[in-house]
């Protein structure tokens, strides 16, 4: 008599707390969207907190700001519009 498995037991993605830095990092780096909610939105409060640091180290004029918060902005909301419908199949 076969016991085995024939289909992989479900496995849940770890989210901000059991993720490791690697992982995190790795969500960070990575151009789509992180695998589950909370680490998309670890993602995009760091995102903003490095391009504020890069923005007030810098301090370009007001008009190149405006256009990088807005691109930032607008990046971090299309990884979240896509990440919403990757985490609905789960």
Do not use: H, K
Not at 16 to 23: G, I, K, L
Not at 49 to 59: A, R
């Amino acid at each position: 008599m076969n016991n085995a498995q024939t289909t992989p037991p479900f496995r849940r993605e770890a989210g901000v707390r059991e993720a490791s830095m690697r992982e995190l990092l790795m969500d960070c780096l990575r151009i789509g969207p992180a695998p589950t909610r909370s680490r998309e939105a670890f993602v995009a409060l760091f995102a903003l907190v490095v391009v504020g640091v890069l923005l007030v180290v810098m301090q370009p004029e007001v008009m190149v700001t405006a256009v990088v918060i807005a691109g930032s902005v607008s990046y971090l909301t299309i990884r979240w519009i896509v990440g919403t419908r990757r985490w609905g199949r789960r």
